[in-house]
């Protein structure tokens, strides 16, 4: 069964810095990749997602991420953090065949002043 | 075009009784997916319905059930609900991709 792990349960980066969220994942084939935010109490927005092609992908609200094969990573970064950003932040997967999301923990982005 | 709709937003039950939880889908979509968000426990997939049929189901006792509608939308219910059942329950959809859209949830709180 696959796996994800987000190694970091809080991160706080200072308004206006780079951030960089990691997320590994466990399976044999490369799966269907997503990032996802979540504002407290909220549902989930999708930021963006990797099916196949260019390993960097582009997202919304300024994110991106980059998929590298031999890490089994997919690392989600933003050049430069606003207040706003502060949310939970979950990777997830879907195994080539399947339907259902297989998510990592979360990391918690602070954002400080 | 209108997101994934739940409700409703908050439900407050007593240990033992039954809770329903609806969701309707994004226009056109036709599988629905159920999460239970519970603190410390991270987000765990329920149901997965498409085509008003349950497609697969995860690791949870027999008193989470649910149906899907033939205009797509979805109920589930929790039956004899414990304590440990409060979360908030996350429904998404999508329409033959695993791309999924999620709705603003349902908090239940069982007291």
């Known amino acids: 069964a696959q796996s994800v792990t987000q190694p970091d349960i809080h991160i706080t980066v200072s308004e206006g810095a780079s951030l960089e969220l990691r997320c590994n994942y466990s399976?044999?084939?490369?799966?269907?990749l997503f990032w996802y935010v979540q504002s407290p109490g909220q549902g989930l927005q999708l930021l963006l997602k990797y099916f196949s092609g260019d390993t960097l992908v582009q997202g919304i609200k300024g994110f991106e991420a980059e998929f590298k094969r031999s890490q089994s990573s997919f690392n989600l970064r933003k050049p430069s953090v606003h207040w706003s950003d502060a949310a939970e932040y979950f990777c997830a997967v879907v195994a080539a065949g399947y339907s259902t999301l297989t998510f990592g923990k979360g990391t918690m982005l602070l954002v400080s002043p | 075009e209108a997101g994934v709709t739940q409700s409703p937003t908050h439900l407050i039950k007593t240990r033992g009784q039954q809770a329903t939880l609806r969701c309707s889908p994004i226009s056109g979509h036709t599988s629905v997916y159920w999460y239970q968000q519970a603190l410390g426990l991270g987000l765990q997939f329920l149901l997965w319905y498409d085509e008003g049929e349950e497609r697969n189901r995860g690791n949870f006792p027999p008193r989470f059930s649910g149906r899907q509608f033939p205009n797509y939308s979805s109920e589930l219910n929790v039956n004899a609900l414990e304590l440990e059942d409060s979360a908030l329950y996350l429904c998404a959809s999508s329409l033959n991709s695993p791309e999924a859209f999620f709705g603003q949830g349902t908090r239940l709180t069982v007291v």
């Open positions: 399976y044999g084939a490369t799966p269907y």
